[in-house]
């Protein structure tokens, strides 16, 4: 990648500045989150004085940051024989605590309010994991303890600090579910690893474990994915995997799990480019996956979705597979190889090798808190080698959003990106896609479009499914199918949304976007057509305008007006734009909408009425 759009791959996430320092702190347990202004001063006289009573520390006394008051972590110093009052107070905190996390909390046992290791002794720290049972009991959730650490004091007694990862019961279908677009090079092993995750069966070493996830004769017959697909792994309240491997419906694991990690296939081979870009577009992962074959390190398509992920701002982490085939001597080749590009400028990473549980576990929680931390993890399909370590890193790797920005979206109205369209026998329409915000239940009447003319449709919302079951709400951040009923197929096409019918929603032939031109072979000025990606739009578009320049060269920004050639679209100001056209690519978000309508109902409608 060229160092040249360095400001671009690595300052958008506001944390490169600060790389060098987060590696240094790379111990497990460290890097817990933002530290409000208050929380410090607030604990901190009170702990100190605590804390001189009993103890006399060493100079190299480890600290966490100070507890943060908002987030899922919660430090506490020792839990035993609380009052009734104290429990129930507590009862209320991880509560809060869980819905702070989505169903997720992590309770830090003894540690300070202001982030001080002081550790228990083997009484003190049994006495306390029985009564976190307890109120996690109380409150409808179980623990799991992630992992004891000692803590290095001048005192007789060892004394222990303990990480539990506590998760509600599932209810109502309410789990927490997070998506992992899973990118890398053809035949690095992708499907053959999400085949191995979710069947609970290791690979024959010639591919029998990807079966399964193909969905086209020709995928079956050349071993390559060409289409998106999705497989899901679960995880229940105790921290188990749930999955296909004790001959579940995708029904029971739902109903079973807690957390469900979504996997979304994408394809490998560059003549699927348009379809993994629109699968990194449309489906808004949460996280990216790159897989690296260790036979083969860096080849192919590698750098160019590396490049994607980091364009379009999905936090990504690298799993480098068949290890089997390699030398321990090849596999290192390969990690260095991939620490080399993650930390030049146009990447600005921190890489972080998985060899330990305890690894895994830092990993996940350093990961969902500085998109600069990228793990690395060596494995094999074949042979299970270091499999558990990423499946620890799924279980444990929390949600981006907390419940705050949840609520605000469920709080808008209702916006539905159709993605994939069907026609099921029996149940007529029926679309995929994610719910961008708000809530969407069955009979609920939405409109749909835009048309080639710029309108919408009414329709009516039947049954909901989200991972193959059925489901009653669907809310923002979801995805999910919808049946429609009778509803005319001909009349949808991918990139359509579905809307509240109170919305106002700007269609448009022409937008404006602030791009960086990342790579082109010669100059790009107007006239020239390129296919625009954002969100779930996919079309060709012209370029009528290049404000205040001539035409562009590698590396420059500008501000364009883009055109689109077969229908007006429906687009947000700020949405992330990613076009290409051959080698020419580039990135940037819409600045400016020129709307050449607002909602009208279709004819049809009209005559219904």
Request: glycine share 8%; net charge neutral.
């Amino acid at each position: 990648m060229d160092a040249g759009v360095s400001e671009l791959f690595g300052s958008g996430n506001g944390h490169s500045s600060g790389s060098q320092g987060v590696a240094s702190n790379l111990k497990p347990g460290n890097g817990y989150g933002v530290i409000p202004k208050k929380a410090g001063a607030k604990n901190y006289k009170k702990a100190k004085a605590r804390l001189s009573r009993n103890f006399k520390p060493s100079n190299n006394t480890p600290y966490l940051p100070p507890e943060a008051e908002e987030g899922n972590i919660e430090y506490k110093l020792k839990l035993v024989n609380p009052t009734q009052y104290r429990f129930e107070h507590l009862a209320t905190q991880m509560k809060w605590r869980l819905q702070e996390g989505r169903g997720e909390a992590v309770y830090q046992i003894g540690v300070e309010d202001n982030g001080m290791l002081v550790g228990l002794s083997e009484d003190d720290m049994r006495a306390s994991l029985k009564t976190l049972h307890k109120l996690a009991e109380k409150v409808g959730a179980d623990i799991t303890v992630l992992r004891e650490q000692e803590v290095d004091y001048d005192s007789d007694v060892p004394r222990k600090i303990a990480e539990v990862l506590v998760r509600k019961v599932p209810d109502d279908q309410q789990f927490l579910d997070l998506r992992v677009a899973v990118l890398g090079n053809v035949d690095s092993g992708k499907s053959t690893l999400l085949g191995v995750l979710t069947q609970g069966e290791l690979d024959n070493g010639r591919g029998r474990a990807r079966l399964n996830l193909f969905r086209h004769l020709h995928e079956i017959q050349t071993g390559r994915t060409s289409s998106i697909s999705f497989e899901i792994l679960g995880f229940n309240s105790k921290g188990e995997v749930v999955n296909y491997s004790e001959s579940r419906t995708a029904e029971e694991i739902c109903e079973s799990a807690s957390k469900m990690i979504t996997f979304i296939d994408l394809a490998g081979h560059h003549k699927y480019l348009k379809t993994t870009i629109f699968g990194l577009t449309s489906y808004c992962p949460d996280f990216a996956m790159l897989v690296v074959g260790a036979n083969t390190g860096i080849a192919g398509t590698t750098r160019e979705h590396l490049g994607l992920a980091m364009a379009l701002k999905v936090p990504i982490f690298i799993v480098i597979s068949k290890v089997d085939l390699c030398t321990r001597a090849t596999v290192e080749r390969t990690v260095r190889q991939l620490e080399r590009v993650l930390k030049q400028p146009g990447c600005n990473k921190v890489p972080m090798v998985v060899s330990s549980t305890d690894d895994a576990v830092t990993a996940a929680q350093q990961f969902a808190q500085s998109p600069n931390i990228t793990p690395i993890f060596t494995l094999s399909s074949v042979t299970g080698e270091s499999l558990d370590l990423l499946k620890v890193f799924f279980n444990i790797i929390p949600p981006l959003s907390n419940s705050k920005e949840q609520e605000e979206l469920m709080q808008q109205l209702t916006e539905f990106q159709v993605d994939e369209i069907y026609t099921v026998p029996e149940v007529g329409t029926v679309v995929g896609g994610t719910l961008y915000s708000g809530i969407c239940r069955e009979g609920d009447h939405l409109v749909v479009g835009p048309t080639d003319s710029g309108q919408f449709h009414n329709l009516t919302i039947g049954s909901i499914q989200r991972n193959r079951s059925a489901c009653r709400v669907l809310r923002a951040g979801q995805a999910a199918t919808l049946a429609l009923g009778n509803f005319d197929r001909s009349l949808l096409r991918k990139g359509m949304v579905m809307l509240s019918p109170e919305m106002d929603p700007t269609i448009c032939w022409m937008f404006e976007a602030e791009i960086v031109l990342l790579f082109h072979a010669k100059t790009f000025h107007k006239g020239f057509q390129v296919t625009v990606h954002i969100g779930n739009v996919r079309q060709t578009a012209t370029v009528e305008a290049v404000y205040g320049k001539e035409e562009l060269r590698t590396g420059e920004k500008a501000v364009v007006l883009f055109k689109f050639i077969k229908h007006p679209e429906y687009l947000k100001v700020g949405a992330k734009v990613l076009f290409r056209e051959g080698v020419t690519k580039g990135v940037g978000h819409v600045t400016k909408l020129q709307s050449i309508t607002h909602y009208q109902p279709s004819q049809d409608e009209d005559d219904e009425a």
